[in-house]
């Protein structure tokens, strides 16, 4: 079993900042490509930022200079600093991440966390 664990989500006025953690526990070989997701209420899943193991990144249009994906391949974790959240940022945050274990390869969803940000 691989298992991806969130936390850092809450409430913040616009503005302010979060620091979203993601770290993937269980018989982990390798993990390739980590990234966040968001779902607004009544929109579909999206994609927010991605990063390599070599740590090429890619973000959405919309986060782009106010967003930063990190990973620490030593701990198996992924990092998303968001800072001057906007309202339209609130969403459950999702991490992703494609791993591969003595098993094959998976890919893997945390449980979310929820960002709130008020005007």
């Known amino acids: 079993q691989v298992h991806l664990v969130e936390s850092g989500g809450g409430l913040v006025q616009a503005g302010g900042s979060l620091r979203l953690s993601c770290a993937a526990s269980g018989l982990i070989l390798n993990i390739n490509v980590m990234g966040w997701y968001r779902q607004a209420p009544g929109k579909q899943r999206e994609l927010v930022a991605a990063i390599t193991s070599g740590g090429i990144t890619n973000y959405a249009d919309s986060v782009k200079g106010r967003f930063t994906i990190s990973r620490d391949n030593a701990k198996n974790t992924v990092y998303l600093q968001m800072n001057s959240l906007k309202p339209e940022d609130t969403a459950v945050y999702y991490c992703?991440?494609?791993?591969?274990?003595?098993?094959?390869?998976?890919?893997?969803w945390g449980q979310g966390t929820l960002v709130t940000v008020s005007s």
């Open positions: 992703n991440a494609d791993i591969v274990t003595i098993k094959g390869y998976l890919e893997v």
